[in-house]
């Protein structure tokens, strides 16, 4: 199969940072196989109840642990049922009668995990810290905060993940591809303040009409206006702001996981306040965002199928894309830190 040629080399690029690799509420009784940065990962709980992340490949005969099961020594290997703990550590293997000290030396890989808000987030270490994290997960904004509601969505992008990250933080397609859901025919003239530094870019977009859209209308009140930022952070974080009036605001923020260099799984974090019907308003604003999440994984599959097609080199930049550029200068290992803001006009 014919890769995509403008595809960011997510392993080459994007180690030393944390990803989430599951929900807690995915972690049961079965151990769970995930991939990151094309490396096959193991996910279980341990008799603790503590979240860990094990290299999926039984050091005996290479099968996948995913494949076995959990015991109160660890994940087994359902082969010989050769047992791994938490650090990696070999904690039992049934047919032998040596005692445990003698086979505690085989080891898997074992990797650095943080399990908050909800999430399980994997320390992928680089080359020249092969094992100690050297930053923290972020936070997810407003998660405990009174008047807050919040859920989280998650999906399989057929896609580089600079592909998706591009789209979450694109405005003129939502015209497009979500019509009538996020934004409708009404065009405004809208311009954008952007502002960089070491890893990240934001866009701020000033004078900002209402929303033409079901969203619009839901959100929205009439005659508002409307508070809106888009940012980028390394790895592949993306954030939406909205703000309509002080009790009204929603924010959007997805972490792209890249399980290869065509497929990315992202974990879309939603929350918002709309008093004083906040729990009601997420009846109507849960679906529709699923709807518009789902129209963004079938652009990206077919922006995926036609790159395969094709074999495009490269990307054509216009002043329409916002800070896309700039997002592809930092995936490529270039610092924005020290460039002055730059604004521009747009149609949305």
């Known amino acids: ?15 030393g940072h944390w990803y989430i690799i599951c929900k807690s509420k995915q972690l049961r009784k079965k151990p769970l196989a995930r991939q990151v940065l094309g490396e096959h990962l193991v996910v279980f709980r341990d008799a603790q109840g503590q ?23 660890g994940v087994r290997c ?25 086979y505690a030396k085989i080891k898997v890989p074992a990797y650095s995990v943080i399990e908050k808000q909800g999430v399980v987030w994997v320390w992928m270490p680089d080359s020249e810290n092969p094992s100690k994290p050297y930053t923290m997960p972020l936070d997810f904004p407003m998660f405990d905060e009174s008047g807050w509601n919040h859920w989280y969505m998650e999906r399989h992008f057929e896609g580089n993940a600079f592909h998706c990250v591009e789209n979450f933080l694109d405005v003129p397609h939502t015209a497009h591809v979500h019509r009538g859901l996020f934004r409708g025919d009404e065009e405004n003239e809208v311009e954008i303040e952007i502002t960089s530094g070491t890893d990240w870019i ?28 888009d940012k ?16 009204r605001q929603y924010i959007v923020m997805s ?29 109507v604003f849960a679906p529709l965002s699923h709807v ?12 995926t199928e036609d790159l395969r097609r094709t074999g495009a080199p490269k990307f054509l930049y216009y002043d329409t894309d916002a800070i896309a550029k700039g997002i592809r200068q930092l ?8 460039k002055d803001p730059e604004r521009k006009k747009i149609k949305a």
């Open 1 to 15: 199969m014919q890769k995509c040629r403008c595809a960011v080399n997510t392993k080459r690029s994007m180690n």
């Open 51 to 73: 979240a860990s992340v094990l290299k999926d490949r039984c050091a005996h005969r290479n099968m996948a642990l995913s494949r076995g099961s959990v015991t109160n020594k």
């Open 78 to 102: 359902s082969y010989h049922g050769w047992t791994y703990g938490s650090d990696g550590r070999c904690t039992d293997i049934p047919a032998s009668c040596e005692s445990c000290e003698s």
């Open 202 to 229: 934001q866009a701020e977009f000033i004078n900002e009409g209402g929303m033409d859209s079901w969203i619009g209308k839901l959100l929205v009140p009439k005659g508002s206006q409307v508070y809106h930022t």
């Open 232 to 247: 980028f952070q390394l790895p592949y974080v993306t954030r939406v702001d909205y703000r309509m009036a002080e009790n």
């Open 255 to 283: 972490q792209c996981t890249p399980i290869d260099d065509e497929n990315t799984r992202v974990y879309t974090y939603m929350a918002y306040r709309f008093s004083p019907f906040g729990a009601l308003v997420k009846g």
């Open 292 to 303: 518009i999440l789902n129209q963004d994984v079938r652009i990206i599959r077919e922006q």
């Open 331 to 338: 995936l490529d290992g270039k610092s924005l830190e020290g």
